[in-house]
C-alpha cells in the first residue's frame, strides 16, 4: 500500500514559478512509476508528467514541454514537479499518481495510487 500526500500548491502571477512534491509512504517507493495529472473545473484529468524508477525516463505532454521538470528522490521517497513560465491556462488540481506496472505513463488507469490533490492556479 502507498499513501501519497501532495503540497506546493498555490496563487502565481502567470510568467511565474512553483514547486509540487508529492510525499510517499511505503519502503517500495523507488520501484513505482510516479506520475502527475492535473484537472480543471468542468475537464477530465490530463497527465502532466511522468517518470520511471530510475529518474532518467521521462514523460511529458506537449503543452508542458519546456517549462515543466519531474524529478525523484528516491532515499526521500519524494517526487517532484517544478513548474516554470506558469500560463493560467495551466490552472487545476494538481494529483500525484504511484503505479507499477505502468506500461503507457499518460494512462490515469495504469496507476494503482493517488494522492488528494493540490490546487495551482495562475492569475493572468
Known amino acids: 500500500q502507498v499513501q501519497l500526500v501532495e503540497s506546493g500548491g498555490g496563487l502565481v502571477q502567470a510568467g511565474g514559478s512553483l514547486r509540487l512534491s508529492c510525499a510517499a509512504s511505503g519502503r517500495t517507493f523507488s520501484r513505482y512509476v510516479m506520475g502527475w495529472f492535473r484537472q480543471a473545473p468542468g475537464k477530465e484529468r490530463e497527465f502532466v508528467a511522468a517518470?520511471?524508477?530510475?529518474?532518467?525516463?521521462?514523460y511529458y505532454t506537449d503543452s508542458v514541454k519546456g517549462r515543466f521538470t519531474i524529478s525523484r528522490d528516491n532515499a526521500k521517497n519524494t517526487v517532484y514537479l517544478q513548474m516554470n513560465s506558469l500560463e493560467p491556462e495551466d490552472t487545476a488540481v494538481y494529483y500525484c499518481?504511484?503505479?507499477?506496472?505502468?506500461?503507457?505513463?499518460?494512462?490515469?488507469?495504469?496507476?494503482?495510487?493517488w494522492g488528494q490533490g493540490t490546487q495551482v492556479t495562475v492569475s493572468s
Open positions: 499518481a504511484a503505479g507499477d506496472l505502468v506500461v503507457v505513463p499518460g494512462k490515469p488507469a495504469e496507476y494503482n495510487y
Open positions: 517518470i520511471r524508477w530510475s529518474g532518467i525516463r521521462t
